[in-house]
């Protein structure tokens, strides 16, 4: 372990008490069992997708929990999406959709939209969130959410149950209240929130930043 430089477990942070996971406290005691196969991946971001807006397609919205980054340059995202959704045959005609990131304010409407089918529904006016003109691309953004990820598709994969849609990001906004002095984004303070395994999570405060387990210590000023 010293040799590659990663911390020893006793030096890792130590979680809050409320976030500590319940684990056994030898290796011996660690019991698996087996599951078939299924999708356990979590937790995973729970978005509100929207799209439509435009022609003859209303503005629509659908909660998505398969969703991730896939590229960087150029930056691309994927979205699943079953066949059978109304927002399916909007995305597949247009080629175009908003991936608006919700913030606990929007938990419950974000369930609210997975529940209900825009073929009956108008969920933005239901929901009474606002929808605002994207920068790229025809459908609106969420203007409550604290992120907006304009998309392109490039590709539909015929999965199985699903379609990938995978697209590329064309634009993002991001509410301008969640900057800090220097302009960065304080995601903290957006109050973003994960699903797993059926359940929404609050995110909790950060651990650490990025590379921390590999930084030098800076050294203490001399005097
Ligand atoms: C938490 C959550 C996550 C969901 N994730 C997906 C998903 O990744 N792909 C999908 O096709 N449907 C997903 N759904 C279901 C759709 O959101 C739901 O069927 C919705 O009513 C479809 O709306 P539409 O018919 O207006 O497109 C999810 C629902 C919930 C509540």
Redesign the pocket.
Request: proline share 0%.
């Given at each position: 372990m010293k040799k590659t430089g990663m911390p020893s477990p006793a030096q890792d942070k130590k979680p809050e008490p409320a976030h500590q996971p319940e684990t056994p406290t030898s290796l011996d005691r660690i019991e698996k069992q087996s599951w078939k196969p299924g999708n356990v991946l979590s937790p995973v971001p729970?978005v509100l997708v929207s799209c439509g807006g435009s022609g003859e397609f209303r503005a629509?919205?659908?909660?998505?929990?398969?969703?991730g980054s896939v590229c960087s340059d150029p930056p691309m995202l994927s979205?699943?999406?079953?066949p059978e959704?109304?927002?399916?045959g909007i995305i597949k005609s247009t080629g175009e959709f908003v991936v608006n990131l919700p913030s606990l304010a929007q938990v419950k409407i974000?369930?609210w939209?997975?529940?209900?089918?825009?073929?009956k529904v108008d969920?933005f006016a239901e929901s009474g969130l606002t929808a605002a003109p994207a920068t790229t691309v025809g459908c609106p953004i969420i203007l409550e959410c604290p992120v907006n990820i304009e998309c392109r598709v490039t590709q539909r994969l015929e999965l199985g149950s699903?379609d990938l849609f995978l697209a590329e990001v064309v634009a993002v906004q991001v509410s301008s209240h969640l900057l800090d002095e220097l302009g960065k984004f304080r995601v903290e303070k957006a109050g973003l929130i994960a699903?797993g395994l059926g359940h929404y999570f609050p995110l909790g405060p950060a651990i650490d930043h990025f590379g921390f387990s590999i930084r030098k210590k800076s050294p203490k000023p001399r005097r």
């Open positions: 729970v629509n919205l659908i909660t998505i929990a398969w969703t979205i699943a999406v079953r959704r109304h927002s399916h974000t369930d939209c997975g529940m209900v089918s825009g073929s969920k699903h699903y």
